[in-house]
C-alpha cells in the first residue's frame, strides 16, 4: 500500500517502538565534541564559537556539495545539493566576514522607531523636492547590494557560512535603507520624483558581472563606496533631524559593506594577482557609468539646492558641493590600495572635477 | 562626577568625564550596537603648555570596546597610538564651538554634527594610518556622536 521509502520508515519506527534505537550519532563527531566557549560582553558571537575545532575552514569548501554544517559528521550518503559553484575560500572570503556579522547583527536598527520621524517639519518646495529626489536615487540603487548578494548566496560552499551570513545582513541591511529613504520620500508631503537610466547602467554592471569577485569589487568598493560618500553627503545637507538620523544609521551599514568588499578583494588578490587585470576591467566599466550618474540633473541638483540653501542659490551651492567629487575618488582609490590595487594611473575618469574646470573647458573665463 | 564644576577641555579629565557618563548610560549604547575603534582626538592651537609634538598640539586617546571606552590616555605625539585608529582634527577653536553647541542644545544642532563638521574636512578633519581606519569613524559615527553628546551633561572650560 505504501512506497519503499514509507515503509522503510515504517520498519525503522517498528524497531524503535521494540526499544531498538541506532544512537551513532551520539558519537559521530568525537573531534568536535567537548568545544567550550566563553561569551563575552556583547553576549556569544559568531567570533567567540568559531574556534579550534570550528574555525578550520578549508581553502577548498567541502566536496558533498550539501548544507551540511562545517565540523559535523557528513555522513557519505548526504545528497550534493550540486548547487556550489563557489568551492574556492579565496573566491569569496574576507578575514573580517565573522566580525562584521557579529557587528551587523549588533548593530541593527529599523526606520519604523529608530528616526524621529515626528521631527518632520514642513519644508520650503524645492528643498522638500530636492530631499524627495535624493530619496528616490537612494531607493532605486539600494537594493542592488540586495539583489547582488542574493544572486550569488545559494552558489557559495556552505564551508564558508561565516560570507554567508555576513551577505544575508548586508540584504538585511539593504532593505532597511530602501525602506527608510521610501518613507522619507512618502511622509513629507511629498513623494517620489524621477528614476535614473544612469544608475540602471551601473546596477546591470553589478548584476551582470561574470564571476563574484569582480561583482564584489564594483559593489562593495566602488558602488558602495561612493553612496557611502553620498550617505555623507546627505548628512552635511539634511535639513532636519529626521535626515540626519536617517544618513548616519546608513552610513554606518554601508561602512560595515565597504570593510567587507576591501578586504575581499585583498584575500583574494594575495592570491590570484594574475586575475587583476579582470578586476580593472570592471573598475573601468564601473568609473564611465558612476561618471555619468554623477553628472546627471536627477543626482547633483537635488545637492546643489540643498548645499545653496535653495533653487535661487544652486550655482552657490555646487561650489560649496565641489569637493564632493573629488572625495569620493580619493576615498576610492584608498581602499583599493589597501586592498592592494593601485588604480590612480588606470582611471578612466577624472580625479578631479572642479567647477573653475568645467567653466574653463566651456570657455567661460 | 560633579555635574556643575567645569572640566577642562581638552584634559584626560574631561574625556574620562565622557566615558563615566557612557558608563552610566550604557542601555543607550546597547541599543546602537557594540562599538570598536580607537579614536584619537587631536587639538591645535591650544596653549602652548600642550606636550604634542608642535607647539600647542595635544592628543588624546580614546578606545571603545562593546558598549563603553575603557582607556583614555593623553599621547606626547601620534607615533604613540595603537596602531588602528583614526584622528579627529581640530583647532580648539571649532571643538570649543562644538561643544558650547552641544552644551546650549543639548545635542548639537544641524550645523555642530561630527559628520557635517569633518565631510569637507574643515573645520575639522578625519584621518587614520590607512582608509579602512578613517572608514570606521563612519561605521561607528551614531555611536561616537552619542558619545560627544554627553558633553551636555557638566560644564566645559577651555584651555
Given at each position: ?5 514509507v ?27 567537548g ?11 559568531l567570533?567567540?564559537v ?95 547590494a540586495?539583489?547582488?548578494p ?16 555576513f551577505?544575508a ?15 522619507r ?5 511629498g ?66 559593506h ?13 592570491r590570484?594577482?594574475e586575475?587583476?587585470?579582470e ?35 544652486i ?12 572625495k569620493?575618488?580619493?576615498e ?9 590595487l ?7 575618469i ?16 | ?8 577641555f ?40 600642550g ?36 584622528v ?29 563638521l ?5 573645520p ?17 559615527n ?18
Amino acid at each position: 500500500m505504501y512506497n519503499a521509502v514509507v515503509n522503510e520508515g515504517l520498519d525503522r519506527m517498528s524497531e524503535m517502538a521494540r526499544g531498538n534505537f541506532d544512537l551513532d550519532w551520539m558519537d559521530s563527531n568525537p573531534a568536535g565534541w567537548g568545544h567550550e566557549v566563553k561569551p563575552g560582553k556583547t553576549g556569544l558571537t559568531l567570533c567567540d564559537v568559531e574556534t579550534g575545532h570550528y574555525d578550520q575552514v578549508p581553502e577548498h569548501g567541502s566536496s558533498h556539495g550539501s548544507l551540511a554544517p562545517r565540523g559535523c559528521m557528513v555522513p557519505d550518503d548526504t545528497p550534493s545539493l550540486d548547487m556550489y559553484t563557489l568551492n574556492e575560500m579565496s573566491e569569496v572570503w574576507s578575514d573580517n566576514a565573522r566580525h562584521l556579522y557579529d557587528e551587523a547583527c549588533n548593530r541593527q536598527w529599523n526606520s519604523t522607531t529608530d528616526v524621529p520621524w515626528h521631527k518632520l517639519e514642513k519644508l520650503p518646495d524645492d528643498i522638500e523636492k530636492s530631499v524627495c529626489q535624493m530619496c528616490t536615487g537612494f531607493v532605486e540603487v539600494e537594493f542592488v547590494a540586495g539583489d547582488m548578494p542574493a544572486k550569488w548566496m545559494c552558489h557559495i560552499n556552505h564551508d564558508f557560512h561565516e560570507v554567508k551570513l555576513f551577505l544575508a545582513t548586508q540584504i538585511m541591511d539593504e532593505a532597511r535603507h530602501m525602506d527608510v529613504f521610501r518613507k522619507r520620500a512618502l511622509a513629507n508631503g511629498g513623494g517620489l520624483l524621477m528614476a535614473s537610466p544612469a544608475s540602471e547602467e551601473l546596477l546591470a554592471a553589478i548584476l551582470q558581472a561574470n564571476d563574484y569577485t569582480t561583482a564584489s569589487s564594483l559593489m562593495h568598493i566602488f558602488g558602495e563606496g561612493f553612496i557611502l560618500t553620498l550617505f555623507r553627503t546627505g548628512e552635511f545637507l539634511a535639513p532636519t533631524e529626521v535626515e540626519k538620523t536617517i544618513f548616519r544609521l546608513c552610513m554606518q551599514d554601508e561602512a560595515r559593506h565597504v570593510a567587507y568588499g576591501v578586504k575581499h578583494l585583498k584575500y583574494f588578490l594575495e592570491r590570484h594577482p594574475e586575475r587583476e587585470g579582470e578586476i580593472h576591467s570592471i573598475l573601468d566599466a564601473g568609473e564611465q557609468a558612476i561618471f555619468r550618474l554623477t553628472l546627471e540633473p536627477q543626482t547633483i541638483e537635488p545637492r546643489a539646492i540643498l548645499a545653496g540653501g535653495g533653487i535661487e542659490n544652486i550655482e552657490l551651492g555646487m561650489a560649496r558641493i565641489g569637493f564632493l567629487y573629488s572625495k569620493q575618488i580619493r576615498e576610492y582609490l584608498h581602499r583599493l590600495k589597501v586592498a592592494g590595487l593601485e588604480r590612480e594611473s588606470r582611471m578612466v575618469i577624472p580625479a578631479e572635477l572642479s567647477v573653475e574646470t568645467l567653466l574653463e573647458r566651456a570657455g567661460v573665463a | 562626577m560633579g555635574k556643575n564644576k567645569a572640566i577642562l577641555f581638552p584634559s584626560e579629565d574631561w574625556f574620562r568625564g565622557l566615558v563615566s557618563l557612557m558608563g552610566e548610560q550604557e542601555a543607550t549604547y546597547r541599543e546602537l550596537g557594540a562599538t570598536d575603534c580607537t579614536m584619537v582626538v587631536k587639538v591645535t592651537g591650544g596653549a602652548s603648555q600642550g606636550t604634542g609634538e608642535d607647539e600647542g598640539e595635544k592628543f588624546f586617546e580614546v578606545v571603545f570596546e562593546d558598549y563603553g571606552a575603557d582607556k583614555v590616555r593623553e599621547l606626547a605625539s601620534i607615533e604613540e597610538a595603537s596602531a588602528s585608529h583614526f584622528v579627529l582634527e581640530a583647532s580648539l577653536e571649532t571643538w570649543r564651538e562644538m561643544i558650547d553647541n552641544i552644551r546650549d542644545n543639548g545635542s548639537p544642532d544641524l550645523e555642530h554634527t561630527l559628520n557635517y563638521l569633518t565631510f569637507p574636512d574643515d573645520p575639522m578633519l578625519v584621518t587614520g594610518p590607512d582608509q579602512l581606519e578613517v572608514d570606521t569613524f563612519y561605521r561607528y559615527n551614531e555611536s561616537l556622536q552619542r558619545f560627544f553628546n554627553a558633553a551636555a551633561e557638566f560644564p566645559t572650560s577651555y584651555a
